[in-house]
């Protein structure tokens, strides 16, 4: 060690502020030589450890020079290590006479006093260490400390002093501002606050958000101070352009939960030229697009590209899917064009093309785009799915040997390379892209057969039985899936998967008349999600357990079971929505009409408007007008009507939307229009419609057009559109069930009504309102009895106005005169505007039936 340090020649040095000068004047003499020999073994017996030692060689070098402060300091320390704490301490303060200037001696007399207790002394000697010429090591965080102690112990105004000391000494970190602007804020120094928070965010990464920390800051104040705070800041950046304070004046909007403030702020700063606007960009690029202002989302997107001198591909494909979620399919296709062209490697961005292409119903450009992905390419099994995909659009472009070509190309792909896996995972994998191609291609028994080897090749893996166990639900063998389900379940028994595959199973179950085993799957299944909402702390995730338990007794027709389910729902998360669309669901089930638009209005306050919410408020006005508001119920209705027309008039004056999204708005409409008894507007809509569905679709936007043909009595061309779309697509089961029931409503053919109304069930068993269609044939042909059997099991699955007035008639027809009636009032209760069910109750009150006994028949159906 230096001479000096043992108190040798020093260069003089002003004294620090309260300590007299005739102290820093009285200088000892240099050491002897032995003396600095010994001081060294003691300094290295005390990096050993070796308090003790260390004490003995410190004491003999004091004995050669008393006045040596370091020494004494030493000393201190080694006495303190060995939790000799008051000779420390008497060692440290003679040390610190001598030379009040050492840093480190201030700070271990410091702790001398915590353990002491006399914190007082402690914070005094901590304060001195900080201010010392000679700083200890830890300098920065010795002076964050005791910030930090100040803060604690809520003197502020001392913990600002101090921070601002830490910024004084060069340590100008984000999280100093961001503790020092806090700590101002609740002093009510406004701006000075708002000058740290700027700091703060200038002291940001460029690619992120300065938003946590400082708002919560204020979100520490009071609504009032918030309030004040933000008019001080407002003043103060009125006629800035500087980034930095712009953006932590947004900040504290966004905590004050001025959120339109807040965006306006920002972009007024994102404007400005800055490094920091880059960040701010993407902040306002990615909150738009999660709120759903995809306009304004495209916006800043297309500002951050005309920022790049050479936009990355990433940052071009971003843009790209804006545009495809805005609908706008055409630039869509151009910015993954673009990205190709950034990153020539990506070149299976011509699928993307080829999607959007396809979406506007522009067969030929997809296919082109796919050919281009293919060309000069030596395809293998990897490029089955696209080869595929190629055949599908020739088939929509008219050109259907080209598409079976590429097809059976796709089938090859694959079929050859499973020689060539190398490996029963390999394999598998073809085997599974292999069924999908097969049910692309409505082939569900070759889907299952791949499927079935899938699983052969990996025997151990469950996932392969769920698969399977799917491919035989899709080919209508219950009892197989079921049983695929049940070996599922001996590898799975305890997860929620689990719970799922249960609840499929149940479904299994039933669908082959094994109903006690369906209703036990069920009770396993809801144990176990019980047990999982016990296991997990999280509301949230309790609350999803619980959907999923009134989702399940809502599809088993129990809205009173499902309602307490859906209300703990809302207890555990009362801030979701969807809870609120089911219970509105169930009251309408129930029928508790005042409930049920209480809970629409409550799911459309809190949910986000999508394709949805029109019908969603029709059904809010239908439940407030049969609850007794019917202005505001008929506002409503026309107020869902409204929406539909003004977005399709958005679409056609932005040029933008896909046929299919255009086609379903219309079958919406449509249906709107049908409900309010405008059949002629209804056509219109439906009609249209149709002009625009996805041939995938069409069967669907053809019965809706044949369901408005039996409103306007057009039955012939009812019947014209339901034979042709028989013929087109004669496995559908909605369209044998429409079919089947249009001949029974009207006693007709009734035999073959039956026999496309079983067709129907073959398909989905447990639909209630296939069973009332073939229950409702049985009844024309006069068999009553099997008609009620079949209504009464229809009510297990759907609980519907129509299923109950054919319930009652049947019954009437069996001369069960009470449960009849019974069954007319539900129908009544669900539907009050059906037609014919109020004259029969009247037919049959008690009053009438003895002297008029066939006046019980009046407006019943024949």
């Not at 100008?172 to 700091?199: H, I, M, P, W």
């Not at 306006?264 to 759903?292: C, I, N, P, V, W």
């Not at 799911?603 to 029709?618: K, M, Q, S, V």
């Not at 009620?788 to 759907?798: H, I, M, P, S, T």
Request: hydrophobic share 40%; charged share 30%; with cysteine.
């Amino acid at each position: 060690m230096a001479a000096h340090a043992l108190g040798g020649d020093t260069p003089p040095r002003p004294g620090p502020q309260g300590i007299p000068p005739n102290v820093l004047d009285k200088r000892p003499a240099p050491p002897p030589r032995e003396a600095s020999v010994l001081f060294c073994e003691g300094v290295q017996l005390k990096l050993q450890d070796k308090y003790a030692e260390a004490i003995e060689r410190f004491r003999q070098v004091l004995a050669l020079d008393p006045e040596a402060p370091a020494v004494l300091y030493e000393l201190g320390f080694c006495h303190y290590r060995l939790g000799k704490n008051k000779e420390a301490a008497e060692y440290l303060k003679r040390s610190l006479t001598l030379d009040p200037r050492n840093g480190p001696a201030h700070e271990t007399l410091a702790f001398v006093y915590n353990a002491l207790g006399e914190r007082d002394k402690a914070l005094e000697a901590l304060e001195a260490a900080a201010k010392a010429p000679e700083r200890p090591r830890n300098h920065e965080s010795l002076v964050q400390r005791i910030a930090w102690i100040y803060e604690r112990q809520r003197d502020h105004k001392n913990a600002i002093a101090w921070y601002r000391y830490l910024l004084e000494c060069g340590y100008r970190d984000r999280k100093t501002y961001v503790s020092l602007g806090a700590l101002q804020l609740k002093e009510k120094l406004y701006d000075e606050a708002l000058a740290s928070f700027r700091e703060a965010v200038r002291r940001s990464p460029n690619g992120e958000a300065a938003t946590d920390d400082v708002a919560a800051a204020y979100a520490q104040l009071s609504e009032a101070e918030r309030a004040d705070a933000l008019r001080r800041h407002e003043a103060a950046t009125a006629n800035t352009d500087d980034p930095f304070l712009l953006e932590a004046l947004a900040i504290a909007y966004q905590a004050a939960g001025r959120d339109d403030d807040m965006l306006r702020t920002l972009e007024r700063s994102a404007r400005t030229a800055s490094e920091r606007a880059d960040a701010q960009k993407h902040f306002l690029a990615e909150h738009f697009e999660e709120s759903g202002n995809l306009p304004k989302a495209i916006q800043w997107r297309l500002s951050i590209i005309a920022d790049r001198n050479s936009p990355s591909a990433e940052e071009i494909l971003r843009l790209a899917e804006l545009y495809v979620k805005h609908e706008e399919m055409e630039r869509a296709a151009e910015c993954y064009r673009k990205a190709l062209a950034a990153d020539p490697r990506r070149r299976s961005l011509l699928r993307q093309v080829a999607d959007c292409h396809a979406e506007l119903y522009q067969w030929d450009k997809a296919a082109a785009a796919l050919e281009e992905l293919l060309k000069d390419k030596t395809l293998g099994p990897a490029d089955a799915e696209a080869v595929f995909a190629l055949g599908e659009i020739l088939d929509h472009a008219g050109k259907p040997q080209e598409a079976q070509a590429r097809k059976k190309q796709a089938f090859d792909l694959l079929i050859g390379a499973i020689s060539k896996a190398g490996s029963p995972a390999a394999e598998a994998r073809i085997q599974i892209t292999l069924a999908q191609l097969c049910y692309a291609d409505a082939k569900p028994d070759k889907a299952l057969g791949y499927l079935a080897v899938a699983q052969q090749l990996e025997p151990d893996d469950p996932r392969k039985l769920l698969l399977l166990a799917s491919a035989y639900k899709r080919v209508q063998n219950w009892t197989e899936a079921a049983a695929t389900l049940q070996k599922y379940l001996e590898k799975d028994s305890a997860t929620l998967t689990a719970a799922g595959a249960l609840y499929e199973m149940a479904a299994c179950l039933e669908a082959a008349g094994r109903t006690h085993d369906a209703d036990a799957a069920r009770q396993r299944a809801k144990a176990l999600l019980l047990k999982a909402a016990e296991a997990t702390p999280a509301d949230a995730a309790k609350a999803a357990v619980q959907m999923q338990l009134g989702d399940s007794e809502l599809q088993r027709n129990r809205p009173k079971a499902a309602i307490e389910h859906f209300l703990e729902a809302l207890r555990l998360n009362p801030k979701q929505a969807l809870p609120h669309l089911h219970l509105g669901q169930c009251y309408q089930m129930l029928p508790d009409w005042t409930r049920a638009a209480a809970h629409y209005k409550s799911y459309l306050d809190a949910a986000r408007p999508d394709e949805r919410t029109p019908r969603i408020l029709y059904r809010l006005g239908v439940a407030q007008a049969r609850s007794g508001q019917r202005d505001l119920g008929d506002q409503n209705k026309r107020r869902a009507i409204q929406m539909l027309l003004d977005e399709l008039a958005t679409l056609d004056k932005e040029q933008r939307g896909t046929p299919a999204h255009k086609a379903q708005l219309l079958r919406d409409l449509a249906g709107l229009y049908a409900a309010q008894k405008d059949h002629q507007k209804a056509l219109d809509a439906a009609q249209k419609a149709l002009a625009l569905a996805p041939t995938d679709k069409r069967a669907d936007y053809r019965l809706t057009l044949a369901s408005i043909y039996d409103d306007l009595k057009r039955y012939d061309d009812s019947e014209r559109i339901l034979l042709d779309t028989h013929k087109a697509d004669p496995q559908n089961p909605a369209v044998l069930n429409h079919l089947g029931y249009f001949y029974a409503e009207r006693a007709k053919n009734l035999d073959q009504a039956i026999a496309l109304v079983k067709k129907a069930l073959h398909y989905e068993p447990l639909n209630g309102a296939y069973l009332d269609s073939l229950a409702w044939a049985y009844y024309q042909q006069g068999n009553h009895h099997e008609a009620a059997k079949l209504l009464a099991r229809a009510l297990q699955y759907e609980d519907d106005a129509v299923i109950r007035d054919h319930y009652g008639d049947a019954l009437h027809k069996l001369g069960n005169l009470r449960e009849a009636r019974e069954a007319w009032t539900r129908a009544l209760a669900l539907d009050p505007e059906i037609e014919g069910v109020a004259e029969k109750l009247k037919a049959t009150e008690p009053n009438n039936t003895p002297n008029n006994p066939k006046a019980s028949e009046k407006g019943e159906k024949q």
